[in-house]
């Protein structure tokens, strides 16, 4: 499994995104994970 593969998975568990998009590289996955990460540390801190 590619990098960007196993990146997609983990922004799958964490988003409701079901389709890939195409064309990006690792780096822009890894911001995209981080992202879902911060909002939903957003949400848990607004409980």
Same mark, same amino acid.
């Given at each position: 499994?590619?990098?960007?593969?196993?990146?997609? +998975?983990? *922004?799958q568990e964490l988003t409701n995104d079901k389709e890939a998009p195409g064309g990006e590289d690792f780096d822009s996955w890894t911001l995209r994970v981080i992202e879902?990460?911060?909002? +939903? *540390? +957003?949400?848990v801190e607004l409980k």
């Open positions: 499994m590619s990098q960007a593969e196993r990146a997609w +998975k983990v *922004l879902a990460i911060a909002e +939903k *540390l +957003k949400k």
